[in-house]
T-cell receptor, first 110, second 116 residues
């Protein structure tokens, strides 16, 4: 089946690290993505990881991929109030379409 | 360069009426996708155009939904007649066939459809 699962809410304090988790189902996905949606805006590609990688780091963002467990995580270091948004993980098992999770709403408290 | 634009941003209609959503992709992007997010759930794929051809319409919920992309530029998504369960946010995305080896899709801001 095509199911991507995420927890719905995460609340952290400013300056802490945030970890958003995702499980996916299709091991044939070549790329896995993290998208960010700020209030009133469209989805913005935050980062992606190729399926033969275990980790990718990009400034405050770290993506970890465990292919055996089909588990993807996004860590945001030194979380800021501007990071408050909904974060979606997505896979592309077949062709161009993206299969999204439900989104994790990150709330950052000062 | 202009991003993906969608019109209208909000639409409120009554059950049984018709609504047409429009998407203007990034100029030169051959791939155009429609997605929908209902009631805070996952974003679900509806269909994929390559230029003016429907590449994949496996996500279209039923025959009340009609998508077109005449001339391979902008696309419209018509819902006729609208039902209560059609309420949600409709996203459009586009990507270039030459966009490297990963398919980065650029999303519009979405159209929020409310059916009363």
């Amino acid at each position: 089946g095509e199911d991507v699962e995420q927890s719905l809410f995460l609340s952290v304090r400013e300056g802490d690290s945030s970890v958003i988790n995702c499980t996916y189902t299709d091991s044939s996905s070549t790329y896995l993505y993290w998208y960010k949606q700020e209030p009133g805006a469209g989805l913005q590609l935050l980062t992606y990881i190729f399926s033969n990688m275990d980790m990718k780091q990009d400034q405050r963002l770290t993506v970890l991929l465990n292919k055996k467990d089909k588990h993807l995580s996004l860590r945001i270091a030194d979380t800021q109030t501007g990071d408050s948004a909904i974060y979606f993980c997505a896979e592309t098992p077949r062709g161009g379409k993206l299969i999204f999770g439900q989104g994790t709403e990150l709330s950052v408290k000062p | 360069e202009a991003g993906v634009t969608q019109f209208p941003s909000h639409s409120v209609i009554e059950k049984g009426q018709t609504v047409t959503l429009r998407c203007d992709p990034i100029s030169g992007h051959d791939n155009l996708y429609w997605y929908r997010r209902v009631m805070g759930k996952e974003i679900k794929f509806l269909l994929h155009f390559v230029k003016e051809s429907k590449q994949d319409e496996s996500g279209m919920p039923n025959n009340r939904f009609l998508a077109e992309r005449t001339g391979g530029t902008y696309s419209t998504l018509k819902v006729q007649p609208a039902e209560l369960e059609d309420s949600g946010v409709y996203f459009c995305a586009s990507s270039s066939r030459l966009a490297g080896i990963y398919n980065e899709q650029f999303f519009g801001p979405g159209t929020r459809l409310t059916v009363l």
